[in-house]
């Protein structure tokens, strides 16, 4: 049983697609967040979304929306894909908040071409 | 805003040779958090220290927390090849939200 699981694991597109990205967690946890890690391995925090409550990095372009179903899922919907929107992108969910372990998703790797 | 800033970049070692990163917050933290992640993998929890002064131990890595609680470090003795990747540092921001390190990613040298 995969506790944070994403799909897909890796997504090939053309600039100015909308693309989306699935996450779900089995983990009963209140907390979700969408991190976004370039290719010097930088972990930037695009989302977290607890209780209903969503607190955005304000650097992220309104472009990348989350879209939470339910608890157990955050989906990240990417409109009009750019070339610097390629990265890895990974889901992560936590208990606590930001005082609890993170645990992660696999990751799925964004090429845009 | 807070920091969390983590050295060094990179660091490569001979195998068997000992290996260290360093953190350091801007800010007094009521915990740190230690992540590993290898190579094309996500990143994976190692642990948390809490108190101030704190020193956990897991096989040969070592984890110590500063009496101030704004610094933090891992040494792994005598590396191995499954030691290889980076280890990211990460304390609690604003919010929901941890404040992350840039990693240090260790490489073992042939």
């Known amino acids: 049983d995969t506790a944070v699981s994403q799909t897909p694991k890796y997504l090939v597109t053309q600039m100015g697609n909308d693309k989306s990205i699935k996450c779900e967690q089995n983990l009963g946890h209140d907390t979700m967040y969408w991190y976004k890690q370039d290719s010097k391995k930088f972990l930037k925090i695009m989302f977290s979304?607890?209780?209903?409550?969503?607190?955005i990095n304000e650097t992220v372009p309104n472009r990348f929306s989350p879209k939470s179903p339910d608890k157990a899922h955050l989906n990240l919907h990417i409109n009009s894909l750019e070339l610097g929107d390629s990265a890895v992108y990974f889901c992560a969910s936590s208990q606590e908040g930001r005082v609890a372990e993170a645990f992660f998703g696999q990751g799925t790797r964004l090429t845009v071409v | 805003g807070q920091q969390v800033m983590q050295i060094p970049q990179y660091q490569h070692v001979q195998e068997g040779e000992d290996f260290t990163t360093y953190c350091n917050s801007s800010?007094?933290?009521?915990?740190i958090q230690w992540y590993k992640q290898r190579p094309g993998g996500h990143p994976v929890f190692l642990i948390q220290?809490?108190?101030s002064g704190e020193v956990k131990k897991q096989k040969r890595l070592t984890f110590q927390f500063g009496e101030a609680k704004k610094n933090s470090s891992l040494h792994i003795t005598a590396t191995q090849t499954t030691d290889v990747g980076t280890y990211f540092c990460a304390g609690p921001g604003s919010n929901y939200q941890l404040i992350w390190g840039a990693g240090t990613k260790l490489i073992i040298k042939p």
């Open positions: 800010t007094t933290l009521s915990n």
């Open positions: 220290l809490v108190k």
């Open positions: 979304y607890n209780n209903k409550e969503l607190i």
